[in-house]
Nanobody, 124 residues
C-alpha cells in the first residue's frame, strides 16, 4: 500500500531550526506537487508551502514566508521543509500532502495523499 510519511519533528527552543522530510513508498515525489500543511490545537489546518513538479514553482503562506523553505531531493525521493527562526506559534502537527498537479495556490483540496503527521513543538 502506498504511504506518505513525514519525519524530523521534535522539540526546539524559540529561534531554533528543524528540517522536516517527506517521503513516500510507491510514489515518485518528482511527479507530484507537494505541500506542507500544519494544524495547531484548536485551529484549522493551514497550508504553509507548496512546490510544483521540478523546483521552479514554490509558494509560501505569509505566516512562514522568509522563515521556511521548501525543497526537493528527487534522487532521494524526498521533499524537505527547512524551518528557521521558529516561534511558539509554530507548534503544530505538520503534514506532507501530494497532489497530481500544482495549481498555484495554497488549498488543501488540491492534495489527495496525506501522511500521518509529525509533531513540532517550539518551547523553552
Amino acid at each position: 500500500q502506498s504511504k506518505v510519511e513525514e519525519s524530523g519533528g521534535g522539540l526546539v527552543p524559540p529561534g531554533g531550526s528543524l528540517r522536516l522530510s517527506c517521503t513516500a513508498s510507491s510514489f515518485f515525489l518528482e511527479y507530484y506537487a507537494v505541500a506542507w500543511v500544519r494544524q495547531a490545537p484548536g485551529k484549522e489546518r493551514e497550508v504553509l508551502s507548496s512546490i510544483g513538479k521540478g523546483t521552479s514553482k514554490t509558494l509560501y503562506a505569509d505566516s512562514v514566508k522568509g522563515r521556511f523553505t521548501i525543497s526537493r531531493d528527487d534522487a532521494m525521493n524526498r521533499v524537505h521543509l527547512q524551518m528557521d527562526n521558529l516561534k511558539p506559534e509554530d507548534t503544530a502537527v505538520y503534514y506532507c500532502a501530494l497532489g497530481p498537479s500544482w495549481k498555484g495556490g495554497l488549498r488543501e483540496d488540491d492534495y489527495e495523499y496525506w501522511g500521518p503527521g509529525t509533531q513540532v513543538t517550539v518551547s523553552s
